[in-house]
Nanobody, 119 residues
Framework: QVQLVESGGGLVQPGGSLRLSCAAS???????????MGWYRRAPGKQRDLVAI???????NYAESVRGRFTISRDNTKNILYLQMNSLKPEDTAVYYC??????????WGQGTQVTVSS
């Protein structure tokens, strides 16, 4: 099994920054690999959407709305995923979820962390 614990959310003013972290704890027998890791978000009244993903090789992809403002990264030695969010806007307000895709156990989700951008 994989347990994901997110942290770093909170209240920030427009234009501010936050850094989200997602620590993955793995308890599995045999060969186990974390492949793609990603951040998703669900704004009030909307569906959950992709924010950014990163492969095990470090290839990244971003939603157009956050490109140039957010940076996703990962520490493969510690199984930690990060999301540096700069120039935050009110429309970035959402619950942010961490997701990892593993072999052979599949996909896992974190519990979510609230990010609120407001003056």
């Amino acid at each position: 099994q994989v347990q994901l614990v997110e942290s770093g959310g909170g209240l920030v003013q427009p234009g501010g920054s936050l850094r989200l972290s997602c620590a993955a704890s793995v308890s599995a027998l045999g060969i186990f690999r974390i492949n793609t890791m990603g951040w998703y978000r669900r704004a009030p009244g909307k569906q959950r959407d992709l924010v950014a993903i990163i492969t095990s090789a470090g290839t990244t992809n971003y939603a157009e709305s956050v490109r140039g403002r957010f940076t996703i990264s990962r520490d493969n030695t510690k199984n930690i995923l990060y999301l540096q969010m700069n120039s935050l806007k009110p429309e970035d307000t959402a619950v942010y979820y961490c997701n990892v895709v593993t072999s052979p156990l599949g996909s896992f989700w974190g519990q979510g962390t609230q990010v609120t951008v407001s003056s």
